[in-house]
Protein backbone atom coordinates (compact mmCIF):
# COMPACT_ATOMS: atom_id res chain seq x y z
CA UNK A 1 0.00 0.00 0.00
CA UNK A 2 1.25 3.55 -1.13
CA UNK A 3 2.31 5.88 1.41
CA UNK A 4 -0.39 8.91 0.33
CA UNK A 5 -2.59 5.64 0.69
CA UNK A 6 -2.22 5.00 4.21
CA UNK A 7 -1.97 8.90 5.37
CA UNK A 8 -5.40 9.25 3.47
CA UNK A 9 -6.40 7.04 5.36
CA UNK A 10 -5.12 7.79 8.42
CA UNK A 11 -6.71 11.28 8.08
CA UNK A 12 -9.70 9.69 7.43
CA UNK A 13 -9.43 7.93 10.49
CA UNK A 14 -8.88 11.14 13.04
CA UNK A 15 -12.04 12.25 11.50
CA UNK A 16 -14.42 9.55 12.01
CA UNK A 17 -12.52 9.77 15.68
CA UNK A 18 -13.58 13.93 16.35
CA UNK A 19 -17.28 13.13 14.49
CA UNK A 20 -18.04 10.06 16.78
CA UNK A 21 -16.38 11.91 19.88
CA UNK A 22 -18.62 14.80 19.77
CA UNK A 23 -21.93 12.53 18.95
CA UNK A 24 -21.59 9.48 21.76
CA UNK A 25 -22.26 11.66 24.74
CA UNK A 26 -25.20 14.96 24.97
CA UNK A 27 -27.10 15.24 22.28
CA UNK A 28 -27.70 19.07 21.34
CA UNK A 29 -30.40 19.97 23.70
CA UNK A 30 -33.26 20.89 21.52
CA UNK A 31 -34.81 22.94 24.45
CA UNK A 32 -32.60 25.69 26.23
CA UNK A 33 -33.17 24.67 29.80
CA UNK A 34 -31.27 27.67 32.50
CA UNK A 35 -30.70 26.31 36.58
CA UNK A 36 -27.86 27.98 37.22
CA UNK A 37 -28.67 31.38 39.17
CA UNK A 38 -25.40 33.56 37.14
CA UNK A 39 -27.01 35.70 34.02
CA UNK A 40 -30.08 33.95 34.73
CA UNK A 41 -32.10 36.67 33.31
CA UNK A 42 -30.27 36.97 30.33
CA UNK A 43 -30.86 33.55 30.00
CA UNK A 44 -34.56 33.10 30.55
CA UNK A 45 -35.18 35.85 28.18
CA UNK A 46 -33.54 34.36 25.70
CA UNK A 47 -35.24 31.02 26.23
CA UNK A 48 -38.77 33.07 25.98
CA UNK A 49 -37.65 34.31 22.79
CA UNK A 50 -36.63 30.72 21.06
CA UNK A 51 -39.61 29.35 22.88
CA UNK A 52 -41.53 32.42 20.98
CA UNK A 53 -39.72 31.45 18.00
CA UNK A 54 -38.48 34.70 17.67
CA UNK A 55 -34.56 33.13 17.89
CA UNK A 56 -33.61 31.44 14.74
CA UNK A 57 -29.14 31.40 15.71
CA UNK A 58 -27.55 32.13 18.37
CA UNK A 59 -23.74 32.13 19.87
CA UNK A 60 -21.68 30.91 21.83
CA UNK A 61 -22.48 27.21 20.87
CA UNK A 62 -22.25 26.13 24.51
CA UNK A 63 -25.98 28.18 24.77
CA UNK A 64 -27.47 25.35 22.97
CA UNK A 65 -25.50 22.38 23.83
CA UNK A 66 -24.09 23.13 27.56
CA UNK A 67 -26.39 26.21 28.98
CA UNK A 68 -24.97 25.71 32.55
CA UNK A 69 -21.68 26.17 31.76
CA UNK A 70 -22.46 28.97 29.23
CA UNK A 71 -24.18 30.67 31.57
CA UNK A 72 -21.63 30.26 34.49
CA UNK A 73 -18.58 30.96 31.73
CA UNK A 74 -20.09 33.94 29.68
CA UNK A 75 -20.92 37.14 30.64
CA UNK A 76 -24.18 38.91 29.47
CA UNK A 77 -22.92 41.17 26.74
CA UNK A 78 -21.22 38.25 25.04
CA UNK A 79 -24.43 36.44 25.10
CA UNK A 80 -26.70 39.21 24.18
CA UNK A 81 -24.50 40.12 20.99
CA UNK A 82 -25.43 37.02 18.70
CA UNK A 83 -28.73 36.64 18.92
CA UNK A 84 -30.16 36.72 15.51
CA UNK A 85 -33.71 37.02 15.57
CA UNK A 86 -36.73 36.72 12.44
CA UNK B 1 8.95 21.43 2.06
CA UNK B 2 6.91 19.51 -0.69
CA UNK B 3 6.68 16.50 0.77
CA UNK B 4 5.22 18.99 4.09
CA UNK B 5 3.37 20.82 2.16
CA UNK B 6 1.27 17.79 0.45
CA UNK B 7 0.63 16.75 4.08
CA UNK B 8 -0.41 19.94 5.23
CA UNK B 9 -2.41 19.82 2.10
CA UNK B 10 -4.10 16.70 2.84
CA UNK B 11 -4.53 17.74 6.86
CA UNK B 12 -6.29 20.85 5.71
CA UNK B 13 -9.27 18.48 4.15
CA UNK B 14 -9.88 17.08 7.85
CA UNK B 15 -11.63 19.91 9.41
CA UNK B 16 -13.99 20.46 6.27
CA UNK B 17 -14.46 16.78 6.27
CA UNK B 18 -15.56 17.29 10.07
CA UNK B 19 -17.77 20.24 9.36
CA UNK B 20 -19.42 18.92 6.59
CA UNK B 21 -20.64 15.96 8.80
CA UNK B 22 -21.49 18.74 11.34
CA UNK B 23 -23.75 20.24 9.25
CA UNK B 24 -25.87 16.96 8.76
CA UNK B 25 -25.62 15.71 12.66
CA UNK B 26 -26.95 19.93 13.80
CA UNK B 27 -28.68 21.21 10.41
CA UNK B 28 -31.32 22.82 12.57
CA UNK B 29 -28.87 24.87 14.02
CA UNK B 30 -26.82 25.57 11.31
CA UNK B 31 -29.97 26.54 9.42
CA UNK B 32 -29.89 29.60 12.11
CA UNK B 33 -27.25 30.70 10.59
CA UNK B 34 -28.70 30.50 6.52
CA UNK B 35 -29.51 33.90 5.70
CA UNK B 36 -33.20 34.80 6.28
CA UNK B 37 -33.34 35.56 2.70
CA UNK B 38 -32.77 32.10 1.62
CA UNK B 39 -35.84 29.88 1.43
CA UNK B 40 -35.78 26.10 1.89
CA UNK B 41 -32.92 26.89 4.52
CA UNK B 42 -32.34 23.49 5.42
CA UNK B 43 -31.02 22.65 2.02
CA UNK B 44 -28.53 24.93 1.72
CA UNK B 45 -27.27 23.29 4.93
CA UNK B 46 -27.41 20.24 3.80
CA UNK B 47 -25.61 21.05 0.30
CA UNK B 48 -23.12 23.08 2.07
CA UNK B 49 -22.05 19.95 4.36
CA UNK B 50 -22.31 17.83 1.49
CA UNK B 51 -19.97 20.03 -0.57
CA UNK B 52 -17.66 20.56 2.28
CA UNK B 53 -17.51 16.55 2.90
CA UNK B 54 -15.95 16.73 -0.90
CA UNK B 55 -13.61 19.34 -0.26
CA UNK B 56 -12.52 17.55 2.74
CA UNK B 57 -12.10 14.55 0.59
CA UNK B 58 -10.50 15.98 -2.37
CA UNK B 59 -8.04 17.10 -0.29
CA UNK B 60 -7.50 14.51 2.21
CA UNK B 61 -7.60 11.56 -1.09
CA UNK B 62 -5.26 14.50 -3.24
CA UNK B 63 -7.86 13.85 -6.00
CA UNK B 64 -9.44 17.28 -7.98
CA UNK B 65 -7.99 19.37 -4.93
CA UNK B 66 -7.05 22.07 -7.06
CA UNK B 67 -10.80 21.93 -8.01
CA UNK B 68 -11.89 22.02 -4.22
CA UNK B 69 -9.59 24.43 -3.29
CA UNK B 70 -10.84 26.68 -5.54
CA UNK B 71 -14.70 25.62 -4.93
CA UNK B 72 -13.92 25.96 -1.04
CA UNK B 73 -12.52 29.65 -0.99
CA UNK B 74 -15.37 31.24 -3.20
CA UNK B 75 -17.48 29.40 -0.73
CA UNK B 76 -15.81 30.72 2.11
CA UNK B 77 -15.97 33.75 0.52
CA UNK B 78 -19.55 33.97 -0.20
CA UNK B 79 -19.99 33.27 3.64
CA UNK B 80 -18.68 36.31 4.50
CA UNK B 81 -20.15 37.87 2.11
CA UNK B 82 -23.66 36.31 2.79
CA UNK B 83 -23.36 35.56 5.93
CA UNK B 84 -20.96 37.88 8.42
CA UNK B 85 -20.64 41.25 6.47
CA UNK B 86 -25.22 41.55 7.03
CA UNK B 87 -24.33 40.33 10.54
CA UNK B 88 -21.72 43.20 10.63
CA UNK B 89 -23.90 45.58 9.64
CA UNK B 90 -26.35 44.61 11.45
CA UNK B 91 -24.30 46.37 14.65
CA UNK B 92 -22.85 42.64 15.85
CA UNK B 93 -19.05 44.26 16.52
CA UNK B 94 -18.48 41.58 19.48
CA UNK B 95 -15.13 40.22 19.72
CA UNK B 96 -16.16 36.80 18.98
CA UNK B 97 -17.91 37.48 15.88
CA UNK B 98 -14.90 39.36 14.66
CA UNK B 99 -12.98 36.29 15.54
CA UNK B 100 -15.20 34.18 13.63
CA UNK B 101 -15.55 36.37 10.12
CA UNK B 102 -11.79 36.63 9.82
CA UNK B 103 -11.38 33.27 10.43
CA UNK B 104 -13.61 32.51 7.52
CA UNK B 105 -11.73 34.93 5.30
CA UNK B 106 -8.23 33.77 6.33
CA UNK B 107 -9.76 29.85 5.70
CA UNK B 108 -10.76 31.17 2.36
CA UNK B 109 -7.74 33.30 1.60
CA UNK B 110 -5.55 29.63 2.70
CA UNK B 111 -8.07 27.70 0.29
CA UNK B 112 -7.43 29.82 -2.84
CA UNK B 113 -3.75 30.06 -1.77
CA UNK B 114 -3.68 26.26 -1.89
CA UNK B 115 -5.14 26.04 -5.68
CA UNK B 116 -2.92 28.76 -6.22
CA UNK B 117 -0.15 26.04 -5.85
CA UNK B 118 -1.89 23.34 -6.95
CA UNK B 119 -2.90 25.41 -10.43
CA UNK B 120 1.02 26.21 -10.49
CA UNK B 121 1.93 23.20 -10.62
CA UNK B 122 -0.28 22.01 -13.37
CA UNK B 123 0.59 25.22 -15.02
CA UNK B 124 -3.08 26.31 -15.99
CA UNK B 125 -5.77 29.18 -15.07
CA UNK B 126 -3.65 32.43 -14.35
CA UNK B 127 -6.91 34.14 -13.03
CA UNK B 128 -6.60 31.23 -9.99
CA UNK B 129 -3.04 32.23 -9.66
CA UNK B 130 -3.39 36.58 -9.00
CA UNK B 131 -6.49 35.53 -6.81
CA UNK B 132 -3.90 33.33 -4.96
CA UNK B 133 -1.04 35.86 -4.61
CA UNK B 134 -3.51 38.42 -3.30
CA UNK B 135 -4.98 35.93 -1.34
CA UNK B 136 -1.50 35.28 0.21
CA UNK B 137 -1.31 39.26 0.95
CA UNK B 138 -4.55 38.95 2.35
CA UNK B 139 -3.77 36.69 4.86
CA UNK B 140 -0.62 37.89 5.98
CA UNK B 141 -2.66 40.78 6.73
CA UNK B 142 -5.12 38.20 8.76
CA UNK B 143 -2.12 37.12 10.40
CA UNK B 144 -0.99 40.74 11.77
CA UNK B 145 -4.98 41.35 12.65
CA UNK B 146 -4.99 37.58 14.75
CA UNK B 147 -1.63 38.84 16.06
CA UNK B 148 -2.91 42.08 17.68
CA UNK B 149 -5.92 40.33 18.59
CA UNK B 150 -3.60 38.03 21.38
CA UNK B 151 -3.15 41.80 22.77
CA UNK B 152 -6.34 43.11 22.63
CA UNK B 153 -8.75 40.35 23.37
CA UNK B 154 -7.58 37.45 25.24
CA UNK B 155 -11.06 35.92 25.27
CA UNK B 156 -11.52 34.97 21.66
CA UNK B 157 -8.38 34.41 20.31
CA UNK B 158 -7.22 32.78 17.04
CA UNK B 159 -3.70 30.77 18.69
CA UNK B 160 -5.36 29.58 22.14
CA UNK B 161 -2.54 28.99 25.19
CA UNK B 162 -3.28 25.87 27.01
CA UNK B 163 -4.88 27.21 30.60
CA UNK B 164 -1.96 25.11 32.37
CA UNK B 165 1.13 26.41 31.33
CA UNK B 166 2.82 28.61 33.48
CA UNK B 167 3.41 32.40 32.53
CA UNK B 168 0.34 31.99 30.38
CA UNK B 169 0.17 35.81 29.29
CA UNK B 170 3.78 35.65 28.12
CA UNK B 171 2.66 33.13 25.69
CA UNK B 172 -0.65 34.71 24.75
CA UNK B 173 1.83 37.39 24.06
CA UNK B 174 4.38 35.83 22.43
CA UNK B 175 2.25 33.82 19.84
CA UNK B 176 0.90 37.51 19.54
CA UNK B 177 4.03 38.69 18.18
CA UNK B 178 5.13 35.66 16.13
CA UNK B 179 1.84 36.06 14.15
CA UNK B 180 2.76 39.57 13.67
CA UNK B 181 5.96 39.13 12.54
CA UNK B 182 5.00 36.64 10.15
CA UNK B 183 2.35 38.72 8.52
CA UNK B 184 4.83 41.39 8.51
CA UNK B 185 7.46 38.97 6.78
CA UNK B 186 5.49 37.93 4.07
CA UNK B 187 3.69 41.52 2.99
CA UNK B 188 7.57 42.54 3.17
CA UNK B 189 8.64 39.57 1.48
CA UNK B 190 11.53 39.13 3.89
CA UNK B 191 12.34 35.69 5.66
CA UNK B 192 8.37 34.93 5.02
CA UNK B 193 8.94 31.13 4.39
CA UNK B 194 11.55 30.75 7.25
CA UNK B 195 8.65 32.75 9.92
CA UNK B 196 5.54 31.30 8.40
CA UNK B 197 7.12 27.49 9.27
CA UNK B 198 8.19 28.72 12.34
CA UNK B 199 4.94 29.67 13.12
CA UNK B 200 2.95 27.02 11.79
CA UNK B 201 5.27 24.46 13.85
CA UNK B 202 4.60 27.00 16.98
CA UNK B 203 0.89 26.81 16.47
CA UNK B 204 0.94 23.41 15.70
CA UNK B 205 2.17 22.65 19.37
CA UNK B 206 0.22 24.66 21.36
CA UNK B 207 -3.02 23.63 19.74
CA UNK B 208 -2.32 20.07 20.42
CA UNK B 209 -1.57 21.04 23.94
CA UNK B 210 -4.49 23.29 24.16
CA UNK B 211 -7.21 21.14 22.62
CA UNK B 212 -6.00 18.08 23.41
CA UNK B 213 -6.32 19.08 26.74
CA UNK B 214 -10.07 20.67 26.57
CA UNK B 215 -11.05 17.13 24.43
CA UNK B 216 -9.34 15.21 26.99
CA UNK B 217 -11.88 16.64 29.52
CA UNK B 218 -14.45 17.29 27.22
CA UNK B 219 -14.38 14.25 24.73
CA UNK B 220 -18.44 14.30 24.09
CA UNK B 221 -18.58 18.56 23.82
CA UNK B 222 -19.06 19.55 19.88
CA UNK B 223 -17.74 23.47 20.69
CA UNK B 224 -14.12 21.82 21.72
CA UNK B 225 -14.23 19.73 18.78
CA UNK B 226 -15.43 22.58 16.48
CA UNK B 227 -12.60 25.30 17.57
CA UNK B 228 -9.95 22.30 17.42
CA UNK B 229 -10.70 21.69 13.64
CA UNK B 230 -10.95 25.55 13.29
CA UNK B 231 -7.67 26.42 14.83
CA UNK B 232 -6.51 23.39 12.81
CA UNK B 233 -7.85 24.90 9.54
CA UNK B 234 -5.75 28.10 10.04
CA UNK B 235 -2.57 26.14 11.04
CA UNK B 236 -2.73 24.31 7.78
CA UNK B 237 -3.27 27.35 5.88
CA UNK B 238 -0.16 28.89 7.54
CA UNK B 239 1.90 25.73 6.06
CA UNK B 240 0.35 26.33 2.99
CA UNK B 241 1.49 29.75 3.18
CA UNK B 242 4.83 28.67 3.70
CA UNK B 243 4.69 26.50 0.70
CA UNK B 244 3.17 28.96 -1.54
CA UNK B 245 6.67 31.11 -0.74
CA UNK B 246 8.68 27.92 -1.10
CA UNK B 247 6.84 26.92 -4.51
CA UNK B 248 7.43 31.17 -5.36
CA UNK B 249 11.37 30.34 -4.54
CA UNK B 250 11.82 27.50 -6.42
CA UNK B 251 10.05 28.94 -9.84
CA UNK B 252 12.30 32.11 -9.54
Known sequence: MKVSTITSLLLIAIACVVVLGQTGGNKMSDKLTVKKTLNLAVAKEIAAEREAGKIIGMCPLRLWTKPDACIKDTKPSQVMFFIIKK | MKKIGEIFQRLFGVPRLVFGVQHFLYADFVAGLVPAIFPARIFWVYLTGAAMIAAGLAFIFNRKALLAAALLGMMLSMFVLLIHIPKFAGGDLSAISWTRRLQDLAIAA???????????????????KNISKVSRYLFAILLIVFGVQQFLNPDFLTAKVPVYLPFRMFWVYLTGTAMVLTGASVLINKKGRLTAISLGAFLLLINLLHHGYLVANGWHTPLFWTAAMLDLAITCGVFILAGDLCEEEVSL
Not at chain 2, 110 to 128: D, M, P, T, V, Y
Open chain 2, 110 to 128: AAFILAGILSQREAKNNLL
